[in-house]
């Protein structure tokens, strides 16, 4: 079975600062996919980045990137110049590729922004 | 994309009872998923729906407690029977797209059972 670990329960960052979030998982499966999600107050999920296991090169959407260590089993997000808006509950989550289209999440970490 | 909508968005209910909650999805799609997530904690996946077969349950969770209709491809509803103040969670319906690699969540529904 597979496993999803974020070590961070809580962190907090200045407003226009740079802040990563750790994730490792624990998995036996070659081909995977990885994600983040945010949950914000409002409780709506919504999807921030995906990484495909197969690929080197790190995902990146605009102000969010990811650090794949695919040998070290780990998954951490960047938010560079960080917002009020990105206050929220942030979800490292992986699904099995070919299967049946399962996220298993962390625990998650809240990230509080800091005017 | 998908737009998913939840009814209702926040119930509270007595201890014993029941309470449906409703997944609507403005486009077809094959796999819906219900998950929990009780407070402060992370999303626990109830079962996953398929349209025309059998909601398949993941460890811990069973039919009885948790019955899933799934009549249509955008449409699901879960029940929570037999409610006790444990069941007080957030329950949210997600649904899959391109084959899992976007995957859409509706609003929530909180539930507290007094």
């Known amino acids: 079975a597979q496993t999803v670990t974020q070590s961070q329960p809580e962190m907090s960052v200045q407003e226009a600062e740079t802040v990563t979030l750790s994730c490792t998982y624990d998995t036996s499966e070659n081909n995977y996919y990885l994600f983040w999600y945010k949950q914000p107050p409002s409780r709506q999920m919504i999807l921030v980045i995906r990484q495909e296991a197969y690929k080197q090169q790190n995902a990146t959407e605009n102000r969010f990137s990811v650090n794949f260590q695919k040998a070290a089993k780990s998954f951490s997000l960047k938010i560079s110049d960080s917002q009020l808006g990105d206050t929220a509950m942030y979800f490292c989550?992986?699904?099995?590729?070919?299967?049946?289209?399962?996220?298993?999440f962390g625990k998650g970490t809240k990230l509080t922004v800091n005017p | 994309s998908a737009v998913i909508s939840q009814k209702p968005s926040r119930d509270i209910c007595q201890r014993g009872t029941s309470l449906t909650i409703q997944c609507q999805v403005d486009s077809q799609v094959t796999m819906m998923f219900w998950y929990r997530q009780q407070p402060g904690q992370s999303l626990t996946l109830i079962a996953t729906a398929n349209q025309g077969s059998e909601a398949t349950y993941e460890s811990g969770f069973v039919i009885d407690k948790f019955p899933i209709s799934r009549p249509n491809l955008t449409f699901s509803t879960l029940t929570v029977s037999n409610m006790s103040p444990e069941d007080s969670s957030i329950y949210l319906c997600?649904?899959?797209?391109?084959?899992?690699?976007?995957?859409?969540f509706g609003p929530g529904t909180r539930l507290t059972v007094t």
């Open positions: 989550a992986f699904m099995k590729e070919g299967g049946s289209e399962k996220l298993v």
């Open positions: 997600s649904v899959s797209k391109r084959e899992g690699l976007e995957q859409y």
